[in-house]
């Protein structure tokens, strides 16, 4: 296939779009895409002051290459998670972050889990029954809980992540499966701010996975290839790999589904009836995150939790 711009050999062949482009042309292609997104959503303008959740992955590298390149005024954030057993996850990630950050005289800051609460996450997994063994719950809840402090306490306007479309994807068929009503109708490119929780918005959710690791490959960005060691056998790799095996035999499989059910939740498909949306939001009292609890928020009362209890040995019985 060539290049439907400049008939040059194709590097990329988007069967979705039925669309092949050089390198040239699909360096070009990405940001114009990513710009069209935003203002079609209204996710941000160049007035806005934007916070990049930094993971070192492909993703989030690429989203934050292409908001520079766009004008736009984007710094980063990278939590380190404290995932060093083996492979060496959080600090080759936090590593290929600065880097990235420094080359491109960009504004990265970087918070520790284990500075600012006393553990690692797989060291505070180890102290809860939360997640039964596995960290990725205790992680999640942190991590969204620090993005949305940071950016609420220095007033960015935006917290963006590099969530593609195979990401999006794969949430909205296990929301789908479970009839997660709630999840569902929260599941959108933009989540306007609302009584302190920041506006949140994912530019790149109309991109294939393979079209992030292709930008971030042809601009020479290094990015993490590993993945976190916790993924391993996550339900959400099972539902990326069922979806992958429907766009094979029908290109563009994904991305209808995705866009199709955000068409049909505009037409009113989710009445607000099934929207968890309307829960009060108090204040916590011990950190001042908004929470639906009526005292302390659940981030808290899992980390006073953690910090008061002995690890779990491997049998699961206290030390
Ligand atoms: S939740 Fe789980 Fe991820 Fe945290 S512990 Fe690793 S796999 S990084 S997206
Ligand atoms: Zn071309
Ligand atoms: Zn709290």
Redesign the pocket.
């Known amino acids: 296939m060539n290049c439907r711009k400049c008939g040059k050999k194709a590097v990329i062949n988007m069967r979705q779009h039925k669309l092949g482009l050089c390198e040239q042309h699909f360096l070009d292609w990405i940001p114009q895409q990513t710009q069209r997104f935003i203002e079609k959503y209204g996710m941000f303008t160049n007035d806005d002051r934007i916070l990049v959740a930094v993971s070192g992955g492909k993703d989030s590298l690429s989203l934050w290459d292409v908001l520079a390149r766009l004008g736009y005024h984007a710094d980063g954030l990278y939590i380190n998670?404290g995932?060093d057993d083996g492979a060496h996850y959080s600090s080759k990630s936090q590593r290929i972050a600065e880097d990235f950050a420094e080359a491109n005289k960009l504004h990265l800051q970087v918070v520790a889990i284990e500075s600012l609460e006393g553990f690692t996450?797989p060291e505070a997994s180890r102290r809860t029954l939360r997640g039964q063994g596995r960290?990725?719950s205790v992680?999640?809840l942190t991590k969204r809980h620090v993005l949305n402090r940071v950016a609420r306490e220095q007033n960015y306007d935006v917290l963006v992540t590099g969530h593609n479309l195979d990401d999006e994807a794969a949430v909205l068929f296990g929301n789908t499966i479970n009839w997660a009503t709630g999840y569902l109708t929260r599941q959108s490119p933009l989540l306007e701010a609302k009584s302190g929780l920041v506006r949140k918005a994912k530019p790149f959710f109309r991109f294939y996975e393979r079209e992030t690791a292709a930008y971030a490959l042809l601009r020479g960005i290094e990015y993490i290839y590993e993945e976190?060691p916790?993924?391993t056998g996550?339900t959400s790799l099972y539902y990326k790999e069922l979806l992958n095996t429907m766009e094979n035999r029908r290109p563009g499989a994904k991305l209808s589904f995705l866009l199709s059910f955000l068409q049909a939740k505009e037409s009113g498909f989710l009445a607000d009836g099934d929207s968890d949306d309307s829960r009060e939001l108090r204040t916590c009292q011990s950190c001042g995150q908004p929470t639906t609890a009526p005292d302390t928020c659940t981030y808290c009362r899992m980390w006073e939790q953690i910090r008061s209890r002995q690890p779990r040995t491997i049998e699961g019985r206290h030390t």
Do not use: D, K, V
């Open positions: 998670l995932i996450i960290p990725c992680c999640g976190c916790h993924a996550a």
